[in-house]
């Protein structure tokens, strides 16, 4: 095996989809020793873990905790655990990350009915109304709030009262906002809702934060089948990551990720130092200056993509997108997502997420940009 070299990748600018820059304390912390999983001092850093998560998440939720697996795990878990067969559900798709979510939820043997806007532009709560009225007897209805494929910014609150008056559960994908745009699980009355590290949290991938609401843990509760995945069972899962009421031990279920949960706990103690405000002020000061830089350079974002962590930007007529991705990661180190479905070919995805989005970063890539296109 000599032929292969201590490893070494090179540093990266990572403006893409995610994931984001991590920042060097969150790296340190994934070098911390690795203890047992039950060994005391693990459980108090997991019980501070997610103390944090529902600092960040704004929630009281008691089932708060990380699913060890990227953002799809936190998908998968929400679907698993909430329908079954039979079930029906309202699922809002406008990009690749509501298509998911009817594909998962139909694997969990659910009828989905879906509720369209063509891609790059929201769902009306119009729309959420109708299907709503015309599908009473779905459990729940889910929704994208930042949605990565395309840039759309996704309101939750209306629509949270029209599920909730019509005594549905409201399931939200939080994978791209958490850390970076508003967002409040508790006060927009979110009964299940998925997150990732990788994003604007800026933590390697690896870990789901989960959050789910008295109501969804009614639902849950009064399953007539078991859940059909073991790993992704919350039933199980929270005699792990929750103290039992009593103050009882913990069940061992899986092997927890040790050191992401290290790295997590510290990416979301940064979140916190920030600020929750001043973290999503300074997302959409950055948001704005690479706007008005892209703008500048004639580049047209695609209609309503207004994440701040996620620009969404037509390729012009006659250029090569691909080639243009290419150079910016050669000459400049910096990586920027390609568009996806309809947007294939057609679209730049610049991320400013988390550790990323700062000055410098927009700068130079608004300058790599202007060489790379002239
Ligand atoms: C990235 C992303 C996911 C999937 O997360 P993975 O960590 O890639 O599994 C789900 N939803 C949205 C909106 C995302 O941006």
Redesign the pocket.
């Known amino acids: 095996m000599s032929e292969i070299s201590q490893l070494d990748p090179a540093e990266r600018i990572l403006m893409g989809?995610?994931p984001s820059n991590v920042p060097v304390r969150t790296l340190l912390a994934l070098a911390a020793p690795t203890v047992g999983h039950l060994d005391p001092q693990y459980i108090q850093i997991m019980d501070e873990t997610c103390a944090l998560l529902r600092k960040v998440m704004r929630t009281e939720n008691r089932l708060t905790f990380p699913i060890s697996?990227?953002?799809?795990?936190?998908?998968e878990t929400l679907a698993v655990n909430l329908l079954e067969p039979g079930d029906e559900a309202i699922v809002c798709i406008n990009?690749?990350?509501g298509q998911?979510m009817q594909d998962v939820f139909q694997r969990c043997g659910a009828t989905v009915h879906p509720v369209e806007a063509p891609w790059g532009e929201t769902i009306s709560a119009a729309a959420a109304a109708r299907a709503v009225a015309d599908h009473p007897h779905a459990k729940l209805l889910a929704i994208?709030?930042?949605?990565?494929?395309t840039g759309a910014h996704q309101p939750l609150e209306e629509i949270s009262s029209i599920v909730h008056q019509a005594g549905m559960l409201y399931l939200v994908?939080?994978?791209?906002?958490l850390g970076g745009q508003e967002l409040q699980v508790d006060a927009w009355q979110i009964d299940a809702i998925?997150s990732?590290?990788?994003?604007c949290l800026s933590c390697p991938?690896g870990l789901?934060p989960v959050s789910f609401s008295e109501r969804a843990l009614a639902v849950m509760e009064a399953r007539q089948s078991k859940v059909q995945s073991w790993y992704l069972d919350v039933s199980m899962l929270r005699n792990y990551y929750l103290s039992k009421t009593g103050g009882g031990g913990r069940a061992y279920h899986h092997t927890a990720p040790i050191n992401m949960t290290y790295a997590l706990r510290e990416a979301l103690r940064i979140v916190l130092e920030e600020g929750l405000e001043a973290r999503v002020d300074r997302h959409r000061r950055m948001h704005q200056r690479l706007r008005a830089g892209l703008e500048e350079l004639g580049l047209q974002y695609v209609p309503s993509s207004s994440l701040y962590g996620?620009n969404c930007v037509r390729v012009p007529k006659g250029v090569d997108e691909a080639a243009v991705r290419t150079q910016l990661l050669e000459q400049y180190g910096i990586e920027i997502g390609a568009g996806l479905g309809p947007f294939a070919g057609q679209a730049w995805r610049i991320g400013l997420m988390g550790h990323t989005c700062r000055q410098r970063n927009v700068d130079l890539v608004l300058t790599a940009l202007r060489d790379t296109l002239v």
């Open positions: 989809p995610g697996g990227t953002g799809m795990a936190g998908m990009g690749v990350f998911r994208v709030h930042a949605e990565t494929s994908d939080a994978v791209t906002s998925y990732g590290t990788q994003k991938p789901a996620l």
